[in-house]
Nanobody, 125 residues
Framework: QLQFVQSGGGLVQPGGSLRLSCAASGFTLDYRPSAWFRQAPGKEREGISCMSRSNTVYADSLEGRFTISRDNAKNTMYLQMNSLKPEDTAVYYC????????????????????WGQGIQVTVSS
């Protein structure tokens, strides 16, 4: 069974940090493009960051606050989020492409076949 299981979301105060995790099973993350997206209420899904064997991309709006990573031994990807702001409040999704060895992108969410269930991140005092 192919699936992603997400964890690590929750409520955090402005300026705080969270680390989101996304554990894959039934497929190998290592050589697949993978990405993080988010969707705030009333807004379109937004690409945050992605990584592949050949590139790592971050949305300009993040201002260097987030870091994407993978632990291939655990078949898990992460999103470290620092200096969180209320406007970071959203449901966050991890995703991976079924096609291996391609560069990742944030412009075409439809290019990712595997998706996590989504996890809520709320930044509020």
């Amino acid at each position: 069974q192919l699936q992603f299981v997400q964890s690590g979301g929750g409520l955090v105060q402005p300026g705080g940090s969270l680390r989101l995790s996304c554990a894959a099973s039934g497929f190998t993350l290592d050589y697949r493009p993978s990405a993080w997206f988010r969707q705030a209420p009333g807004k379109e899904r937004e690409g945050i960051s992605c990584m592949s064997r050949s590139n790592t991309v971050y949305a300009d709006s993040l201002e260097g606050r987030f870091t994407i990573s993978r632990d291939n031994a655990k078949n898990t990807m992460y999103l470290q989020m620092n200096s969180l702001k209320p406007e970071d409040t959203a449901v966050y999704y991890c995703a991976a492409d079924a096609s291996p060895f391609l560069p990742c992108n944030l412009e075409h969410p439809s290019s990712y076949e595997y998706w996590g269930q989504g996890i809520q991140v709320t930044v509020s005092s």
